[in-house]
């Protein structure tokens, strides 16, 4: 039967966008049925954000102690104890859904595809390998589950529709393995917008030369509203913390806005804002491939451009 | 405590890689082939545990062509002590990968099998979770930081949100993110003593695995290309554009 299941990410009471997102990415293949799982300690809040997204068929609320850490060890065993009723299963390309999709992958005993761009019908896909260099279109066998990854990127976020549909709710089946334990999360904390999902981006890299340099992205972020970002060179120099890295191995992103400030334009770093809208490069190298890509570029030192900008906006 | 080092041969992190004109594939034609960075990284934590005094033996691993040999001997000359190579001239897919690491932790029983968060060739980053799944133990992927003492290991993870920490017990699959650590270079004579350590030879059918692929990739193109724009005068005249275009 054909049937989409969607797994939920959420953090602090809330579904994260790209749930959202992964549901937009379900939309095209086609299948009437979609249903979103929801794993929580206490998941209503969660569930009934969930159940009013435009196109979701049921929301499964599955609720444990186990569930307010999820790992993967713990998870995937659920996701196989429910995969019977699905012909596909579907989560985000984010951390979350890259520790536990393959995971639930080979308890099923199936390929995984990983960060779906494009659904060219149920079991045809394009994803980028090579860091974006090349796009391969992956057909999955007609008679298997097919599980993958959306690259939250690549889609909109479904909206919200004008009625909930049922939640249900479930036991989990399965059993806490006892092998992993959650000790903490540290966040960089932060008051500005979410880096993953913000309008506009503003980024750093190598030439802000310390923590301190960064005070000038850290500002101009604030009075343009954007979430602030970083080169790896930048997060590996110690200016800022990893979460706010951009690229193959952060986080890719497609803000309607970003600046690329003092950023070379290494091709990992490209490979994670090429769905940016208009990019703006702010760089003293005239010669800096960040430029290729670029929509605006500005040359000049950015010790002075900045602020002036922050001025005039 | 033996550590089991799966490493993949791929086109170079330096080499920009371009999709071939008839669409069968990417241009790989003498193209520089390295250790998957990520694996590097994976090895180098694995020679640091060793050095440290927790572990015996450090054991290299890799699936494909003769050619694969290169990269075990690096591994070798970086310090590992000895190699496993299971041949086959068959490209494999994830789980196919999972499903042949873990006949060889069958036959090495491993404490830690540490990969590398994801190959920069197919960029899938599944083969370290699969493999956990089929071997029942914990994982730790994108680990920045491992600490281990007395049968678990406290593993930090980058995630989207910050620094996850995680303890596991041993046995236990761990996977490499970039700032776990930089992998030292190889030195000449590490590479002449690298030739007389043990390499293993097993083929891809002994083990009896399930290895065809499952996905079938019937289509390479190359990604749209942004172009470049304009380089302008003032931060003024990067305003006006800005706001011309509803931006700002």
């Not at chain 1, 770093?269 to 605006?296: Q, R």
Request: proline fraction near 4%.
């Amino acid at each position: 039967m054909a049937r989409v299941l969607i797994i939920a990410q959420h953090e602090d009471g809330a579904l994260n966008p790209a749930t959202a997102k992964t549901l937009a990415g379900a939309k095209g293949l086609g299948i009437a049925d979609i249903d979103i799982a929801v794993f929580a300690e206490s998941g209503a809040g969660v569930a009934q954000q969930a159940s009013r997204l435009d196109g979701v068929t049921r929301v499964l609320m599955i609720e444990h102690a186990d569930f307010a850490h999820p790992t993967a060890a713990r998870i995937a065993p659920e996701i196989k104890a429910l995969a019977d009723d699905y012909s596909h299963i579907l989560g985000p390309s984010t951390t979350f859904g890259r520790d536990l999709m393959p995971r639930a992958a080979a308890l099923i005993g199936v390929g995984q595809v990983s960060d779906v761009q494009e659904v060219l019908d149920s079991h045809t896909f394009k994803r980028p390998i090579y860091a974006g260099n090349a796009i391969v279109t992956v057909k999955a066998p007609a008679d298997q589950t097919v599980v993958a990854t959306i690259r939250s990127a690549s889609y909109s976020a479904a909206a919200e529709g004008d009625s909930a549909c049922e939640v249900e709710t479930r036991e989990a089946a399965a059993s806490d393995p006892g092998h992993t334990r959650f000790v903490n999360l540290e966040t960089g904390g932060g008051d500005g917008p979410d880096l993953q999902t913000a309008d506009r981006v503003v980024s750093g890299g190598r030439a802000m030369g310390s923590s301190e340099g960064f005070d000038v992205i850290y500002s101009f972020a604030k009075k343009l509203g954007a979430a602030v970002g970083a080169s790896r060179a930048a997060v590996d120099a110690g200016y800022v913390p990893n979460e706010l890295q951009v690229g193959q191995t952060g986080k890719i992103i497609a803000p309607e806005l970003y600046f690329a400030i003092g950023i070379s334009g290494a091709i990992q770093h490209l490979t994670g804002i090429k769905d940016a809208g208009t990019i703006v490069a702010i760089n003293k190298d005239a010669e800096a491939p960040i430029f290729e890509v670029a929509d605006y570029g500005l040359v000049g030192d950015l010790f002075e451009i900045v602020p002036e900008l922050e001025k005039l906006i | 405590m033996k550590i089991l080092v799966p490493i993949k041969r791929v086109v170079d992190y330096n080499v920009r890689v371009r999709v071939k004109s008839d669409g069968s594939g990417v241009e790989t034609e003498g193209v520089k082939m390295s250790i998957n960075p990520f694996d590097e990284i994976a090895l180098e934590e694995a020679l640091r545990i060793k050095e440290a005094g927790n572990a015996e033996e450090v054991v290299v691993c890799s699936i494909g062509s003769k050619d694969c040999q290169q990269q075990l001997r690096t591994g070798l000359a970086m310090g590992a002590d000895r190699a496993i190579h299971v041949v086959t001239d068959t490209a494999v897919q994830p789980l196919a990968a999972a499903r042949i690491f873990l006949k060889l932790i069958e036959k090495e029983s491993p404490g830690i099998v540490f990969l590398g968060k994801q190959a920069i060739d197919d960029d899938n980053s599944q083969t370290g979770q699969m493999l956990a799944a089929l071997w029942d133990r914990p994982q730790a992927t994108f680990a920045s930081k491992v600490e281990l003492s007395d049968g678990t290991a406290k593993v930090t993870r980058e995630v989207d949100a910050g620094l996850e920490t995680l303890e596991v017990d041993l046995p236990a699959v761990l996977t490499s993110d970039l700032r776990l650590n930089e992998p030292r270079f190889v030195k000449l004579p590490d590479i002449m003593k690298a030739k007389r350590k043990p390499l293993d030879e097993i083929a891809l059918d002994d083990l009896g695995v399930e290895a065809a692929a499952q996905l079938e990739v019937t289509a390479h193109e190359p990604p749209p290309t942004r172009s470049g724009g304009r380089i302008l005068e003032s931060a003024q005249e990067l305003v006006d554009e800005l706001k011309n275009k509803g931006l700002l």
